[in-house]
């Protein structure tokens, strides 16, 4: 039946996406083992040092903006200089960590539209296999004349049954298969979000530090 091949045709294609989004995790991830910020303990950021720090992360990454994790850093740190709280730094990174988390889940919107059609297949060839098998076995009651003449002819109607039910198996199958393998890069991202998130706050958040001046001018405030 064609709707056996249109599912597996969608369930390559969900593969094939879903095999692509996985290597770009793990792309992304590599980036979590470069020593973005200096190794020293007492090192801190603040307005003074963030042209080093910057210059550091530039040097370690040919184009930050092609990494989650750099990008993000980047945009707090180029900021940092016009800023007074490192509250105001930290809503920087919570706010790029929330547009990070939208672009990602909006780029499984195919491969979810992909994973909803899948069934849909199975059950139009279930229609289709079961529309041709009663209108068969319509037709073999009108014709047949004998029971021998019956035999071969209920056998093309079986065929289209046995095409009903095939392609409700393989559509359950392939969306099983496409959820499951779903589920697993789904949950590799979100760890590595989840790791950026901690990243910033041990490494950018954790270590800043603004002038005695400006210090005491926000607790006056």
């Known amino acids: 039946s064609w709707v056996s091949y249109a599912i597996v045709g969608l369930s ?3 593969g094939v996406i879903l095999a692509f989004k996985w290597m ?4 992304q991830q590599s980036v979590l083992r470069l020593p973005l910020m200096p190794e020293d303990p007492r090192f801190v950021l603040s307005p003074a040092t963030v042209d080093a720090a910057l210059d550091r992360i530039h040097a370690l990454v040919d184009d930050p903006q092609r990494f989650i994790l750099t990008n993000r850093i980047v945009i707090a740190l180029s900021n940092l200089k016009n800023m007074m709280r490192i509250s105001d730094v930290d809503g920087v990174l919570k706010s790029q960590a929330e ?3 939208d672009l990602v889940e909006s780029s499984y919107t195919v491969v979810r539209g992909l994973l909803w059609m899948v069934p849909i297949f199975g059950f139009v060839g279930t229609v289709l296999g079961l529309a041709g098998g009663i209108g068969g ?3 073999v009651l009108e014709s047949a004349s004998s029971i021998e003449t019956l035999k071969p002819a209920l056998q093309s109607v079986t065929s289209d ?14 969306a099983l298969s496409i959820h499951f393998v779903l589920t697993l890069v789904l949950r590799d991202e979100e760890s590595f979000l989840d790791s950026c998130r901690e990243y910033c706050q ?3 958040v954790g270590r800043l530090r603004f002038a005695p001046t400006e210090a005491e001018r926000d607790g006056g405030a």
Request: proline letters at 0%; one cysteine or more.
């Open 24 to 27: 770009k995790i793990r792309f």
């Open 161 to 174: 049954l046995s095409v009903a039910f095939e392609t409700t198996l393989h559509g359950l199958i392939g």
């Open 12 to 14: 390559v294609w969900c």
């Open 202 to 204: 041990k490494q950018i």
């Open 137 to 139: 076995f319509g037709r």
């Open 99 to 101: 547009a990070d988390e």
